[in-house]
């Protein structure tokens, strides 16, 4: 069909399985057009144990994946990211933001004010707050995200529904700022089937949010967020149905940086 899955993760960061070799060889099965590996950039000590690579493996990553990009060349086409927190730490090179050998990045919201919301330690802080509050916490992060202009992809873009903890009203107006800035600059939405196999058992982001990013003119890409072989490409065809229920005929690729739609 065509596809691209430019969210895909090594056992580098600790949390994910098999080679990259394996990944790439899913990505023919399931027949993608691209794959595109966004393994977790470095976060401070304290904060990257079991999550991201070390400061000092990032070239060793970057050596990996131009690697398998070699040994499958003319079979599946292999891009080089990175999947970036925001808001940045100093244990990613600012030099990686400018780097020619990177084809995108992407830009992530994992933590609001120092709280790891997505991860299953930090469950118990939803009891201890107001669940709009979350949602308005990480809305403005992703707001100052892109207006940092330095990704070329957003992440899972309604994360914060991860565990099932869901909005008692709508925050539309919290969040059309945002796709505004992203049409702006030409940045995509990542649509991530990963939300499936979570408790909220929904796709990233919610139909709602899928009909403004058409709406609006936001750019959109596909990911699977694997972090094993197996889930390249994972349910793939919900989100085909989805984006193009909302109208959606373009999706985006990248290289070297570069935006290029192609047909979804
Ligand atoms: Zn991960
Ligand atoms: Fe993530
Ligand atoms: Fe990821
Ligand atoms: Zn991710």
């Keep these: 069909m065509g596809l691209v899955d430019y969210h895909v993760h090594t056992p580098l960061c600790g949390h994910a399985h098999g080679e990259p070799a394996a990944y790439v060889a899913r990505a023919i099965d399931a027949g993608l057009s691209e794959i595109g590996f966004s393994d977790h950039a470095p976060l401070p000590a304290g904060l990257r144990e ?3 690579m070390l400061p000092e493996e990032t070239e060793r990553y970057l050596a990996m994946i131009e ?50 919301f997505d991860h299953p330690d930090g469950l118990d802080e939803y009891n201890r707050r107001d669940v709009d509050e979350v949602y308005a916490a990480y809305y403005g992060t992703l707001a100052r995200l892109a207006d940092a ?6 992440g899972h873009f309604d994360l914060v529904k991860k565990f099932g903890h869901r909005a008692t009203r ?6 059309r700022p945002v796709l505004a800035a992203l049409a702006r600059a030409g940045t995509a939405v990542e649509i991530s089937t990963a939300g499936l196999r979570k408790p909220v058992g929904e796709i990233y982001p919610a139909p709602d949010i899928v009909a403004l990013l058409f709406e609006m003119n936001v750019p959109i890409t596909l990911g699977s967020d694997a972090h094993a072989p197996e889930e390249v490409a994972y349910e793939f065809a919900r989100a085909v149905a989805l984006v193009r229920r909302a109208g959606f005929r373009r999706q985006s690729r990248f290289e070297k940086r570069t935006r290029h739609d192609i047909e979804l």
């Design 50 to 52: 079991g999550i991201t």
């Design 67 to 116: 690697g398998v990009r070699d040994e499958f060349r003319g079979r599946m086409p292999v891009r080089i990211g990175f999947e970036v927190d925001y808001p940045l730490h100093d244990t990613f090179d600012r030099r990686y933001l400018t780097d020619p050998r990177i084809d995108y990045l992407m830009g992530s919201c994992h933590f609001v004010d120092g709280w790891a």
């Design 149 to 154: 202009g330095c990704f070329d992809i957003v």
């Design 170 to 175: 709508d925050h539309h107006d919290r969040i």
